[in-house]
């Protein structure tokens, strides 16, 4: 056991609910990559294929092509941590616990400012190979807020051996995202004014919070249909009236819930009847500094498969680095929803005279073919893609 000094504010929130360790260990599980090659010659066969296009990437998309939700984070992670220059490197990371989405939604909010933390997942008490080589890569130079922690166990992901790390503990998603908030907080120096409540029963509608919970620093918190656990209310008093954004349609958050948050702070829902309008509904919500707004060109945007929840944690980093940019859904793989595309169709770039002088949109891909197929990858790039516009129209 590894006793690490935290900086005061940190410390009292992590008495309780953490727990400091400078070890652990466990067997690995070999989760499987597939990359682009590099260095191959134009007299390969099948040299552009492997090169990773068009699946890898097009001229306005780009794939974290993973096979299940472990290997897109590890992927991601490394995207937005590339290395070998200052400051390409995380101070700390999240490690969650692959069987339960909800904490990996929850822990979005650490690659918030300060921390800035991306997630890796883990499965049991082992740390895949993807997770455990990601790691490795990543070499976390640890959090001077955490007391020089590299790693924090969020629930019950194991120690990673070699590594400085802290704990976030909760005996279910409520109290864990609480956890969550309090450290969230801590971190920030004070509660935030806004705060995003999901349902824990419905992931499908809860995936885009994972977004703005990484960009904004605006905690997100779990209710049942009809039931604020006591957790998750104690944890909204905290945050002292805040404005809370129910995100979901009353078949996933009630009416009823909705009256009783009233008594903690302000209440706003941002709804979709359907996952996928659900999630557009976000994009385009604004309500002063809260929510995207994202009714014009000029933006970046991560798309993932509904079916897969911990996909919204691992892409979270997108939505908090390089283009930033709201999570989208589908629910079929091999088909672009007609609301997703006439929504890319509003926020189409245009130009005039030059393209060279209007703004451009970019997508990034989460998943395999299986989440989302090469010819909707083809389709969104197109949608994406900068167009000439007719004066006068």
Same mark, same amino acid.
């Given at each position: 056991?590894?006793?690490?000094?935290?900086?005061?504010?940190?410390? $009292? !929130?992590?008495?309780?609910?953490?727990?400091?360790?400078?070890?652990?260990?466990?067997?690995?599980?070999?989760?499987?990559?597939?990359?682009?090659?590099?260095?191959?010659?134009?007299?390969?066969?099948?040299?552009?294929?492997?090169?990773?296009?068009?699946?890898?990437?097009?001229?306005?998309?780009?794939?974290?092509?993973?096979?299940?939700?472990?290997?897109?984070?590890?992927?991601?992670?490394? $995207?937005?941590?590339?290395?070998?220059?200052?400051?390409?490197?995380?101070?700390?990371?999240?490690?969650?616990?692959?069987?339960?989405?909800?904490?990996?939604?929850?822990?979005?909010? &650490?690659?918030?400012?300060? &921390?800035?933390?991306?997630?890796?997942?883990?499965?049991?008490?082992?740390?895949?190979?993807?997770?455990?080589?990601?790691?490795?890569?990543?070499? %976390?130079?640890?959090?001077?807020?955490?007391?020089?922690?590299? !790693?924090?166990?969020?629930?019950?992901?194991?120690?990673?051996?070699?590594?400085?790390?802290?704990?976030? $503990?909760?005996?279910?998603?409520?109290?864990?995202?609480?956890?969550?908030?309090?450290? $969230?907080?801590?971190?920030?120096?004070?509660?935030?004014?806004? !705060?995003?409540?999901?349902?824990?029963?419905?992931?499908?509608?809860?995936?885009?919070?994972?977004?703005?919970?990484?960009?904004?620093?605006?905690?997100?918190?779990?209710? #049942?249909?009809?039931?604020?656990?006591?957790?998750?209310?104690?944890?909204?008093?905290?945050?002292?009236? %805040?404005?809370?954004?129910?995100?979901? %349609?009353?078949?996933?958050?009630?009416?009823?819930?909705?009256?009783?948050?009233?008594?903690?702070?302000?209440?706003?829902?941002?709804?979709?009847?359907? /996952?996928?309008?659900?999630?557009?509904?976000?994009?385009?919500?604004?309500?002063?500094?809260?929510?995207?707004?994202?009714?014009?060109?000029?933006?970046?945007?991560?798309?993932?498969?509904?079916? #897969? /929840? &911990?996909?919204?944690?691992?892409?979270?980093? &997108?939505?908090?680095?390089?283009?930033?940019?709201?999570?989208?859904?589908?629910?079929?793989?091999?088909?672009?929803?007609?609301?997703?595309?006439?929504?890319?169709?509003?926020?189409?770039?245009?130009?005039?005279?030059?393209?060279?002088?209007?703004?451009?949109?970019?997508?990034?891909?989460?998943?395999?073919?299986?989440?989302?197929?090469?010819?909707?990858?083809?389709?969104?790039?197109?949608?994406?893609?900068?167009?000439?516009?007719?004066?006068?129209?």
């Amino acid at each position: 056991m590894v006793r690490l000094r935290l900086a005061p504010t940190v410390a $009292a !929130v992590l008495a309780g609910a953490v727990a400091l360790a400078g070890c652990g260990g466990g067997t690995t599980k070999t989760t499987t990559v597939s990359t682009p090659q590099l260095g191959k010659s134009g007299t390969e066969t099948q040299a552009s294929q492997q090169l990773g296009f068009p699946g890898f990437a097009t001229k306005n998309t780009t794939r974290v092509g993973g096979a299940d939700p472990v290997a897109d984070a590890a992927a991601v992670a490394r $995207a937005v941590y590339p290395g070998g220059a200052p400051g390409t490197q995380p101070t700390a990371v999240a490690l969650v616990a692959a069987s339960d989405w909800r904490s990996g939604l929850a822990a979005s909010v &650490l690659m918030s400012r300060p &921390l800035n933390a991306p997630v890796l997942l883990a499965d049991g008490d082992n740390l895949p190979q993807a997770s455990s080589d990601a790691l490795g890569a990543l070499a %976390p130079t640890g959090a001077t807020e955490l007391g020089g922690a590299q !790693v924090i166990r969020v629930g019950t992901a194991p120690a990673p051996a070699g590594r400085r790390s802290t704990s976030l $503990a909760g005996s279910d998603p409520y109290t864990l995202a609480a956890a969550i908030d309090r450290l $969230a907080s801590a971190l920030a120096g004070k509660p935030s004014r806004a !705060v995003v409540v999901v349902s824990a029963e419905d992931p499908a509608y809860a995936m885009p919070a994972a977004a703005w919970a990484a960009k904004s620093g605006d905690p997100i918190l779990f209710v #049942r249909r009809n039931e604020i656990p006591g957790a998750t209310y104690a944890a909204l008093q905290t945050h002292e009236k %805040p404005h809370i954004y129910v995100l979901g %349609p009353v078949a996933t958050v009630s009416r009823g819930v909705e009256r009783a948050l009233r008594s903690v702070g302000s209440v706003t829902r941002i709804q979709g009847a359907d /996952p996928v309008g659900n999630a557009i509904a976000f994009a385009r919500f604004s309500d002063g500094t809260f929510g995207w707004g994202v009714v014009d060109p000029g933006h970046g945007l991560v798309f993932a498969n509904a079916a #897969r /929840p &911990l996909d919204a944690a691992a892409a979270a980093p &997108l939505s908090a680095s390089g283009t930033y940019g709201p999570l989208l859904l589908m629910t079929d793989a091999a088909t672009l929803p007609v609301p997703l595309g006439q929504y890319l169709l509003d926020i189409q770039p245009g130009y005039q005279r030059d393209p060279v002088r209007g703004v451009y949109n970019h997508g990034w891909l989460i998943g395999d073919a299986s989440a989302i197929s090469l010819p909707v990858q083809s389709r969104i790039d197109s949608l994406l893609e900068i167009s000439q516009v007719k004066a006068g129209h």
